[in-house]
């Protein structure tokens, strides 16, 4: 059994003639002691691992809820459930950051150096550690507080959106950006208030190190956004007629089966704005929304959120029930998304599968329709006022706008009540495009209103590049992947991401898990490669700059 000491007990490195000179059962005494520390220490993580699972299960139990709400809660319910969330989130927070955790943490670092750097419980403990640290420095008051606030912000803003009514939400979006500076202070001190917020989602990034990534991504998408404006845009009427809900939802649960999505293990339901819960390893749920008249919106929709949940199922089931039982960030997590709805769904490869499948399933509205137009249609690249609706060349530049809002927003440069206007200024600046209304505009995405200002946009363009990357060391191991994907077959991609990602759960920080996948440090270099190639045969592209 492992000590629970890392290095030598006190005294023995001494000399060999003096160690002659122990007692004749010192040797067993000492094998006695290091079985008792080690004993001791198997016991303190018993006791940790009991704690962590008692926390998991209360924040998963606020997960339920939160699906709840935003599926089939009556309107009703909105002022108790706001009422029951807060009171979840305070008492997993009180039972996570209770001092006897502390202690136990404080007892079991040295016991975690014993072990194999990539253990499970090696892991686990420099995870929960570095949780823990930072989760004693936030009131449980305060948890409970903007808990609460959020919940009743979300159910409001279900309403405005609709009812164009930025009114309405002016006061909680207030609130919640007094949240997230408040938040950053308890975690302070910092370089800018929104690091400790950009931290929580994706591990190592700053908002230095965010904008040294989106300045030379945009150095890249500007050239390219602007050379295809100037082209004939494609014709994507045939995704605009009539589709019948039922028959759009069956399509896309046939074909998340055959990515591996298992039902057994989820569900799939609608919501306002898409998302993915995990609730247990056997309880990994999406959400989507139908439009009849868009047949991308759900269908991409659903992609997206499988993607998501593919990981979540994906992950070790040893890991179930504790902080590792996850995806490492929000930035690795929207690779697999963005790389299952765009790399794969988007793909000619893929549609060469299931374009036949789609036609069988529409036969009138897609009569006529050539699987080259249909797939011009799904890539078409047009400046656009949603950022879900986006194409993948000015998706980025959509991230970019928010995170520079965010900022604005957090530092006191804008105000609340003026961000409908500089929303308006700066979109028609960046994509050359003024929204008609703030429902288009600064009302389109949930986030702000029921997750806090700052901290979660950067994770999608984060994930745009990791997937690219991610999707090309698969290919480069398995080259049969194209042909395996125009015969509707995933079991290889699917089983290497397994391997190399999904598995593995929050045990590695981002970037460790994408240097083991992928060989190297995150870089934008796949990413543009890939759009190039892709969007390089329809239109005429400018050289890279030198």
């Known amino acids: 059994m492992a000590s629970l000491h890392a290095g030598p007990e006190p005294g023995a490195a001494r000399t060999s003639a003096k160690a002659k000179a122990k007692p004749a059962g010192s040797a067993g005494v000492a094998a006695g002691r290091r079985s008792v520390n080690a004993t001791s220490a198997e016991s303190r993580l018993g006791e940790l691992k009991r704690r962590l699972q008692e926390v998991h299960d209360i924040a998963s139990a606020g997960a339920v809820l939160g699906w709840d709400q935003a599926t089939y809660m009556p309107k009703g319910g909105a002022s108790a459930r706001a009422r029951q969330g807060a009171s979840l989130s305070r008492l997993a927070h009180q039972r996570f950051t209770d001092a006897a955790v502390g202690k136990l943490l404080d007892g079991l670092m040295v016991h975690a150096k ?65 949240f997230s500076r408040e938040y950053a202070r308890y975690l302070g001190p910092y370089d800018h208030i929104a690091d400790p917020l950009i931290d929580d989602l994706d591990d190592g990034m700053t908002v230095a190190s965010v904008r040294a990534l989106f300045d030379a991504l945009r150095a890249e998408l500007v050239p390219i956004v602007r050379a295809i404006a100037e082209q004939p845009l494609a014709d994507d009427s045939c995704l605009r007629r009539r589709f019948p809900e039922a028959q759009q939802l069956k399509f896309s649960v046939g074909v998340i089966r055959r990515f591996g999505y298992d039902f057994d293990r989820g569900r799939l339901d609608k919501t306002h704005h898409p998302f993915c819960t995990r609730l247990a390893s056997g309880d990994v749920r999406i959400t989507t929304r139908v439009k009849e008249n868009d047949l991308g919106d759900a269908l991409f929709s659903t992609l997206h959120e499988a ?37 794969v769904g988007r793909s000619r490869g893929f549609w060469e599968h299931f374009y036949p499948e789609l036609r069988q399933a529409f036969p009138e509205q897609l009569k006529g329709v050539p699987l080259e137009t249909f797939y011009r249609a799904i890539n078409k690249v047009e400046r656009s006022l949603i950022r879900t609706d986006a194409d993948e060349v000015t998706y980025n530049l959509h991230v970019m706008l928010r995170f520079g809002l965010e900022l604005d927003l957090l530092e006191g440069r804008l105000k609340v009540k003026d961000l409908p206007e500089a929303w308006r200024a700066r979109f028609k600046s960046d994509l050359g495009l003024e929204p008609p209304d703030d429902r288009d505009g600064c009302l389109q995405d949930v986030h702000w209103y029921a997750g806090g200002i700052g901290g979660a946009f950067q994770s999608y363009t984060i994930g745009n590049i990791l997937s690219a990357q991610l999707y090309a060391a698969a290919v480069e191991a398995h080259p049969e992947i194209f042909q395996e994907m125009s015969r509707g ?34 870089t934008i270099e796949p990413y543009i490669a890939y759009l190039r190639g892709k969007y390089g045969e329809p239109y005429e592209l400018p050289p890279r700059r030198a």
């Open 307 to 343: 993607g998501h949940a593919l990981y979540e199922q994906g992950v070790a089931p040893a890991l179930d029930g504790m902080p590792l039982g996850g995806g490492t960030s929000m930035g690795v997590h929207e690779s697999q998304s963005r790389l299952w709805e765009n790399l």
């Open 489 to 522: 077959e995933f079991g290889t991609l699917r089983a290497w991401l397994g391997e190399n990602l999904y598995r593995h759960g929050r045990k590695f920080k981002p970037d460790e898990v994408v240097r083991r996948a992928t060989g190297k440090a995150m």
């Open 114 to 178: 014993s072990l194999p750097e990539d253990s499970d419980d090696a892991c686990l403990i420099r995870v929960v550690r570095r949780q823990y640290d930072k989760a004693v420095k936030v009131p449980a008051e305060f948890v409970s507080r903007r808990e609460e606030v959020a919940s009743a912000s979300y159910d409001a803003w279900t309403r405005a959106r609709p009812a164009n009514d930025f009114a309405a939400m002016r006061p909680f979006l207030e609130r919640m950006l007094d």
